[in-house]
T-cell receptor, first 114, second 113 residues
Framework: GAGVSQSPSNKVTEKGKDVELRCDPI?????LYWYRQRLGQGLEFLIY????????KSGLPSDRFSAERTGESVSTLTIQRTQQEDSAVYLC????????????FGSGTQLSVL | DAKTTQPNSMESNEEEPVHLPCNHS???????IHWYRQLPSQGPEYVIH???SNVNNRMASLAIAEDRKSSTLILHRATLRDAAVYYC??????????????FGAGTRLFVKA
């Protein structure tokens, strides 16, 4: 694949429903990041996966948020019992391991909770 | 996590150079300075990064202060397509730093024709 792919691109849901967001990283990228971006604001770190190491979940805002990644492939971000304040763009990025490596971002999933 | 401070917004005229400042007074010896930019309705894209020495690439130049407590991203000739939010971030090069990569609010650059 050419780049980081996220799906769906847009998701509208009702308050209280669960949603699942998907991220397909670039092949060979061992690191994967999820960020949340509210309208007009900067990126808020959510979670970071690096290979088979335990993920850094320190940015998850509540226990309604969880994420999984199988090996070095697809990751899913799940938000349970969605609230209106969860409305935002959810961005995924991947990179090779190493502080000199660039992060490549997907186009994001626009989540709207009614 | 080491923090960066950037102005909320800056304005430039087209075809003129732009200097975007970033303060990182608590930077550690193993932190790399990275810059990304986010065009409207897109995910951020990499611009440039460095550790101690100034860096140049086809997109921009990065000037790093001798004490590393600040840096400046230089766009040599701003175009309308450079209007974006520019993020200055620190990535910890120490193995246990984990490369978590925290973004701040960034600087919104406006370019006038």
């Amino acid at each position: 694949g050419a780049g980081v792919s996220q799906s769906p691109s847009n998701k509208v849901t009702e308050k209280g429903k669960d949603v699942e967001l998907r991220c397909d990283p670039i092949s060979g990228h061992t690191a994967l990041y999820w960020y949340r971006q509210r309208l007009g604001q900067g990126l808020e770190f959510l979670i970071y996966f690096q290979g088979n190491s335990a993920p850094d979940k320190s940015g998850l805002p509540s226990d309604r948020f969880s994420a999984e990644r199988t090996g070095e492939s697809v990751s899913t971000l799940t938000i349970q019992r969605t609230q209106q304040e969860d409305s935002a763009v959810y961005l995924c990025a991947s990179s090779r391991q190493g502080v000199n490596e660039k992060l490549f971002f997907g186009s994001g999933t626009q989540l709207s909770v009614l | 996590d080491a923090k960066t401070t950037q102005p909320n917004s800056m304005e430039s005229n087209e075809e003129e150079p732009v200097h975007l400042p970033c303060n990182h007074s608590t930077i550690s010896g193993t932190d790399y300075i990275h810059w990304y930019r986010q065009l409207p309705s897109q995910g951020p894209e990499y611009v440039i990064h460095g550790l101690t020495s100034n860096v140049n690439n086809r997109m921009a130049s990065l000037a790093i202060a001798e004490d590393r407590k600040s840096s400046t991203l230089i766009l040599h000739r701003a175009t309308l397509r450079d209007a974006a939010v520019y993020y200055c971030i620190l990535r910890d090069g120490f193995p246990t730093g984990g490369f978590k990569t925290i973004f701040g609010a960034g600087t919104r650059l406006f370019v006038k024709a």
